[in-house]
């Protein structure tokens, strides 16, 4: 937001040309030193009606009223020797103005007095004027000024503003407006009375400026936003416009009066989510803990372990990286609502899987996968025993059944062998006998 003398650097358009060697135009200034004389009485008269006649240091004159600036030690009649340097935002450097050289256009112009007539003072005149005066004497004097502009906006209104108020919500009461204010200025909310300062929670402002790029005037919006307590039956709001420059009294709006109306609480469900969802983890692992309530405004997240509330800021997700023996416990949250209250979830334990149990672990494979592993491998391997179990039972078998076939085909391959044997034994006894006899 722009304040005194910011606009030093603000050109608008101007509808004639300025020199900047201080000579006059065809036809901008006619007439003579009489017809001058008389004019400066003219602007004396009207000055001291509407206009600002000075000799102080600091100055302040409103937009659009002629300003003369007192050159001190000056001769009152010609011939003077004195000089005016300015250096304001329609000048890049000092600009050098005498009563021999003429006038500045239409701008300003040294009247025979030894004065310093701005006709009508605008937002690019702003800055410093000085000037060198010497007297017949021989003795200098100087004079020095700064100059600054104002004008008086219209008086501030409240657009858009609210029918009513509901207790424990946030409710825009209404945007404040100034108009056609230079400088800026600021703009100000009251409840009964009392100056409304934002705090961010129950009370909120936000403030726009805009500047005319023509005019340079200001446009500034201020909109109030306000969570009333429960109990209040109606609240009376006003907003006030305070000028840029001292000693220029305040603007306000007409007062506005709002009803506030309490609905029925209804009550606040709070839920407690757990990731993984039976809330046991490996050592090392990740516990996410979130907790879900909701409602409007989003309500204020407190954590609780054991009983006891942690000392965290308010937040709707708890994260437990990296968990420990210190990490197990039981947990809970809290929801805190300006309509509903504070509302508590239910607790999840949290616990640490022990080495040797079935759970995740870095760089292994997930506890129930390894599980079901073991399981497959387990029955496999009885399937297979049993297998080669029955494999060798029905060998067994087979071989006894074997050994009984052969058994009695052996006895009679013997007894074919015994007749044989019989056989060639008895014609050889025959052939024995019958040689001995």
Known sequence: ??????????????????????????????????????????????????????????????????????????????????????????????????????P?????????????????????????????AMSRNGKETKSNYQVQVYQTPRKPKIVDPASELMAGVSNKVGTCVSEGGYPAGTLSWRLDGNVLTPDGKGVSVKEETRRHPETGLFTLRSELRMTPARGGTHLTFSCSFS????????????????????????????????????????????????????????PQIHWIKDGTPLALPP?????????????RGTYSCVATHPSHGPQESRAISISILETGEEGPAAG?????????????????????????LIGIIMWQRWRRRGEERKAPENQEEEEEERAELNQSEEPEAAESSARVQ
């Open 104 to 132: 500045w256009d239409s701008v300003a112009r040294v009247l025979p007095n030894g004065s310093l007539l701005l006709p009508a003072i605008g937002i690019q005149d702003e800055g410093t004027f000085r000037c060198r």
């Open 243 to 298: 000028p840029g420059i001292p000693r220029r009294r305040a603007l306000h709006t007409a007062p506005l009066k709002l009803n506030v109306w309490a609905p029925e609480p209804v009550p606040l469900e709070v839920q407690l989510v757990v990731d993984p969802e039976d809330g046991a983890v490996a050592p090392g692992g990740t516990v996410t803990l979130t907790c879900e309530a909701p409602a409007q405004p989003p």
């Open 1 to 102: 937001m722009e304040r005194w003398g910011q606009g030093k650097g603000y050109k608008p358009h101007l509808g004639r040309g300025h020199s900047s060697e201080g000579q006059t135009e065809p036809g901008a200034w006619e007439g003579s030193r009489m017809a001058a004389g008389a004019a400066v009485g003219a602007w004396v008269l009207v000055l001291s009606l509407w206009g600002t006649v000075v000799g102080g240091q600091n100055v302040t004159a409103r937009i659009g009223k002629p300003l003369m600036l007192n050159c001190k030690g000056a001769p009152k009649k010609p011939p003077q020797q004195l000089e005016w340097k300015l250096n304001t935002g329609r000048t890049e450097a000092w600009k050098v103005l005498s009563p021999q050289g003429g």
């Open 364 to 388: 292994s494979v997930g506890g129930t996968g390894l599980g079901t592993l073991g399981l497959v491998l387990g029955i496999l391997g009885g399937l297979g025993t049993a297998t080669l």
């Open 315 to 327: 937040s709707p997700v708890l994260l437990l990286s990296e968990v420990g023996p210190q990490d």
